[in-house]
């Protein structure tokens, strides 16, 4: 059973570029959350998204921006990149359907962006 | 003042000893706890998943909350050197979407 997936590995990007970091949920899942984390740092929330939607919003300007696709896969944008955008880019998945009182969030590998 | 507080450490400790890895929080809310484990580069591992106040165990791990206190914390008992890692908790309120995490504490088990 595939965890959850993300790629790229590492990015290198320079200021003012815009990226894509994307994101397969572990398998049964149907919902993805995205966190920074930054060297030494805790991940932060930046957005989730259910049903192809942005449920919750972090503290995150509007140069991030994300999609989730039918297949539960989604996307992570980053637009007019700075230097202190450079982080960890870590991907969560979880299960909304399956009921409970909150999600249960399960962690890719991450994508580790260097913004020169 | 951060929402979720964390030792950094690092904390290095003899193979076989208990260790203790502490939060604090402010938010009153928090109503679901949970304890990571990240290796270097890699994404955190979802460890321990606790609900209110109270302790829960699992093979050497025992994770306490003490709601009263906004107090949590993780012991890991007879560590072995590949408990080498960061440990991250984090905590959130019922029908949230985001973790609120801690800044992580480096844990070193030495041979």
């Not at chain 2, 109503?31 to 302790?55: D, I």
Request: with cysteine.
């Amino acid at each position: 059973d595939a965890g959850v997936t993300q790629s790229p590995t590492h990015l290198i990007k320079t200021r003012g570029q815009q990226v894509t970091l994307r994101c397969s949920p572990k398998s049964g899942h149907d919902t993805v959350s995205w966190y920074q984390q930054a060297l030494g740092q805790g991940p932060q929330f930046i957005f989730q998204y259910y049903e192809e939607e942005e449920r919750q919003r972090g503290n995150f300007p509007d140069r991030f921006s994300g999609h989730q696709f039918p297949n539960y896969s989604s996307e992570l944008n980053v637009n007019a990149l700075l230097l202190g955008d450079s982080a960890l880019y870590l991907c969560a998945s979880s299960s909304r359907t399956s009921g409970g009182h909150t999600d249960t969030q399960y962690f890719g590998p991450g994508t580790r962006l260097t913004v020169l | 003042q951060k929402e979720v507080e964390q030792d950094p450490g690092p904390l290095s400790v003899p193979e076989g000893a208990i260790v203790s890895l502490n939060c604090t929080y402010s938010n009153s809310a928090f109503q679901y706890f949970m304890w990571y484990r990240q290796y270097s580069r890699k994404g955190p591992e979802l460890l321990m998943y606790t609900y209110s106040s109270g302790n829960k165990e699992d093979g050497r791990f025992t994770a306490q909350v003490d709601k009263s206190s906004k107090y949590i914390s993780l012991f890991i008992r007879d560590s072995q050197p590949s408990d080498s890692a960061t440990y991250l908790c984090a905590m959130i309120e019922t029908g949230r979407r985001a973790l609120t995490f801690g800044s992580g504490t480096r844990l070193q088990v030495q041979p």
